[in-house]
């Protein structure tokens, strides 16, 4: 009898590479995102927005626009304020460098006083249709006077920088800073070689395939929203916040999501002010944000401003690395806005290196900028980024050979568990076995004949390294919850969200394997906050680690009431019952019962002993303790056309240490899709401004998102250690393909165009930034 079950572990257990549950809805157009629902009566909303980067709010003239056709209501920011809404939530974990708290200024749901960015919101229009909502919002006359602007945070902290808010001085919400800074400068002091690098770590626009949409209710004294979110109970709780009312008077929904990569974690204005609108109205209330709208109004990623410093002695040992610069924050603190350019890259600019010393400063500051949030690795990636930039630059400046150097300051096996400067510990890893998988699979060696090959055609090839380690999301508490349907099947219930991943495929491979559940019963469920009892939402590469987790203590728990409740099924006694492979039998005999057919049972029976579970269901929270280090090593390859300045990857190599793979197939899918993005960040997504905060990039016509022609073919090799951080031993795969890909294309690209005596090339390497550079007689 067990053979069926012996099959469908070796077909769809850990670590076998089954295909998404999802895909067949999905391919078929059955998915039910955001902008698919509607409701009896719903009205639409559409924000007014202001077209000035910098200005006082005088006023708002709606006259003639409430009495256009289909009109229900307009509301303002102060209009939000008298009906008790706001403010938003913002949250700085960091503190000054005094110790003193950040600065946080007070953010209303839609601003009162004045205007801070380009598509601030200051207005909702409601009407019975959403070309009428527009065309309203259209004639709502806003009476703005400009004011200067600023838009990058170096020039912010001037002295004469306009001010975005008056109880935020030189526009700093926090001067923060990390390590010993006296023992750093005698590392500096006494060290034989230092290498200095200005970096900028480029602002990109999110720009997921699905845009921001929401469909707010008010139904029986409770708020219900549905829309795309990266997690329904953390945002139930921030939203109940911003409307005044308990958690249990707030009702959030989300079915299938389009993309985010961070964006979509936020409480974003338009949704309180959805959720006001339609408690007014007493009818639901929807909005989808164009994709223009879109560039101005969802969080953007990344922008740092940074000088990396790295002290070496005469034989190339790090001493130290040393961060100072800033972080761009936009107009308003968004999701996780200051973490990347402080926290984070803290904790992951020593990657894989033996580096004694680490020492970070970043002042994060206001611009008059769409405001900057998490984005895919929301520091991991610039951690690594910086260091590699690092390191390879150290290489070419000591006469060192690159590789040589990298394997000289390798953490060891033998040396882990390791305790980084960063305060982390690293709990396994094989570093120096990865950088060798990924140079043999790069076909390192016989690079210069591809080099030679290549200027024989006119182009200029470079290859660079990426080695990466990243930290993942720190401790938390997920939901593993497990529910036996009347129908036979099985529900997971847990509080992250597969906004993409493919959730629903490794979640039940972790219940086919702790309770040998077939494959085929197993449902997935994240998006009703009404039925999660703790959620910390998908993000940091967390999901499989946090569910994982949960899911293995619950599926003991439903074990140890089965056990129970089988010896009573089977006249036997609880001590006498084993459990394997998804059956409950009396030890040492063929009499048992099959999981699923107990669960059924106890349904059925309407009189048990009051010492036995009345079903196997659990709802269970659990906690992982700690996170983990997934690592790895890229290799690209690029040939730069001097002629044209396009820059293109031609081959691609990656060895990977994800620790277990519970689906390698989707592992892959990940890496692949943060490798694309971190290639859009560094050849082609160039987010501009004017003086005035006029956004230059604000559409496809200006922005580049990378196309399939700039998609290389992938190899992938994986070099697994588990980790010892979490019950699967998995390490976490969704944002690592950013970390490895920044540091090797933009090292490749300045490979390629070195014997020109350009030595260092920020992010885009755009086609006209490159032939400037190899046009000009000035070094870059």
Not at 145 to 167: I, S
Not at 281 to 309: I, Y
Not at 643 to 650: F, I, K, N, R
Not at 666 to 681: C, P
Request: hydrophobic share 40%; proline share 6%; net charge negative.
């Amino acid at each position: 009898m067990n053979a069926p079950l012996h099959s469908s572990l070796l077909k769809f257990g850990i670590g076998q590479p089954v295909s998404r549950k999802e895909d067949p809805v999905l391919l078929r157009g059955e998915g039910r995102y955001t902008d698919d629902l509607s409701l009896p009566g719903q009205a639409y909303g559409v924000m007014v927005r202001s077209p000035y980067g910098h200005g006082i709010l005088n006023g708002i003239d709606t006259t003639e626009a409430a009495t256009m056709p289909g009109v229900l209501a307009i509301y303002t920011g102060r209009d939000l304020e008298a009906a008790g809404l706001g403010p938003m939530p913002v949250s700085v974990g960091q503190k000054n460098r005094d110790g003193s708290p950040a600065r946080l200024p007070k953010q209303p749901v839609m601003t009162t006083d004045k205007v801070r960015f380009v598509g601030d919101p200051v207005a909702i229009v409601v009407a019975e249709t959403a070309k009428q909502a527009r065309d309203a919002a259209e004639a709502v006359v806003l009476d703005i006077e400009p004011l200067p602007a600023v838009t990058e945070a170096q020039a912010a902290v001037a002295p004469d920088a306009p001010l975005l808010y008056e109880d935020v001085p030189g526009n700093q919400v926090v001067d923060f800073h990390y390590g010993d800074a006296d023992a750093v400068a005698g590392a500096f002091e006494r060290a034989a070689h230092v290498t200095r690098l200005h970096i900028r770590n480029s602002r990109v626009v999110v720009s997921p395939m699905e845009p921001r949409s929401a469909l707010a209710t008010y139904e029986s004294g409770r708020y219900v929203l549905r829309l795309g979110s990266q997690g329904v109970f953390g945002m139930r709780g921030n939203l109940s916040k911003v409307m005044g009312v308990e958690p249990a008077a707030m009702h959030v929904l989300t079915g299938n999501v389009g993309g985010s990569f961070g964006m979509k974690a936020s409480v974003y204005p338009e949704y309180p002010a959805l959720l006001h609108a339609a408690k007014q109205l007493g009818r639901p209330v929807k909005w989808t944000d164009g994709r223009t709208e879109s560039f101005l109004s969802d969080s953007h990623g990344r922008d740092h401003d940074m000088v990396a410093e790295l002290a070496l002695d005469a034989q190339g040992h790090f001493l130290a690395v040393r961060m100072t610069g800033f972080g761009n924050l936009g107009a308003y603190l968004s999701n996780a806005t200051t973490l990347p350019s402080t926290g984070n890259t803290v904790k992951n600019v020593v990657g894989v290196y033996r580096t004694p010393l680490v020492e970070v400063s970043t002042r994060c500051v206001f611009t008059n900028t769409t405001p900057v949030g998490a984005y895919r690795g929301a520091g991991r990636p610039e951690g690594n980024y910086y260091m590699e930039r690092l390191v390879e630059t150290a290489a070419r400046e000591m006469g060192i050979d690159r590789v040589e150097l990298r394997r000289r300051n390798q953490i060891r096996p033998d040396q882990i568990p390791y305790k980084a400067p960063s305060g982390m510990l690293y709990d396994s890893g094989d570093f120096p076995a990865v950088l060798d998988k990924a140079l043999a699979a790069a076909d390192w060696d016989n690079f210069a004949a591809r080099r030679t090959e290549s200027r024989t055609r006119g182009k200029l090839r470079g290859i660079g390294i990426g080695q990466y380690l990243e930290v993942t999301a720190p401790p938390s508490k997920e939901m593993g919850g497990i529910r036996f349907d009347e129908d036979g099947g099985v529900t997971i219930l847990t509080g992250t969200l597969d906004y993409g991943q493919g959730h629903a495929s490794p979640f039940a491979q972790v219940l086919v394997d702790r309770l040998g559940i077939p494959f085929e019963c197993i449902r997935l469920s994240q998006g009703d906050s009404d039925l999660l009892i703790a959620g910390g939402g998908t993000g940091g590469s967390r999901s499989i680690m946090a569910t994982g987790t949960a899911l293995s203590s619950a599926s003991a728990l439903v074990i140890e009431k089965g056990r129970a409740a089988a010896a009573h099924v089977l006249e036997a006694s609880a001590a006498d019952i084993e459990f394997s492979s998804g059956r409950f039998n009396i030890v040492g005999t063929d009499r048992g019962i099959g999981i699923l057919e107990l669960a059924a049972q106890l349904r059925g029976m309407t009189q048990l002993p009051d010492r036995l579970p009345r079903t196997l269901d659990v709802s269970h929270t659990d906690q992982y303790e700690d996170s983990a280090f997934p690592n790895g090593c890229h290799v690209a390859e690029v040939e730069v056309d001097p002629d044209t300045g396009e820059a293109t990857v031609v081959s691609y190599v990656t060895a990977n240490d994800f620790g277990v793979l519970v689906n390698p197939m989707l592992v892959t899918g990940q890496a692949h899709g943060g490798i694309m993005q971190g290639i859009g960040q560094a050849l082609t997504e160039l987010t501009a401004y004017n003086e005035e905060g006029q956004p230059l990039s604000g559409s496809y016509m200006d922005y580049c998102l990378p196309r399939a022609e700039h998609a290389p073919s992938f190899g992938f090799t994986s070099h697994p250690v588990p980790a010892r951080t979490n019950a699967l031993g998995a390490k976490g795969c969704g944002e690592a393909g950013c970390a490895g890909a920044l540091p090797s294309v933009m090292n490749a690209v300045v490979d390629a165009v070195a014997e020109c005596g350009i030595l260092h090339v920020d992010m885009p390497a755009t086609p006209l930034k490159l032939w400037s550079l190899l046009n000009t007689e000035t070094e870059a």
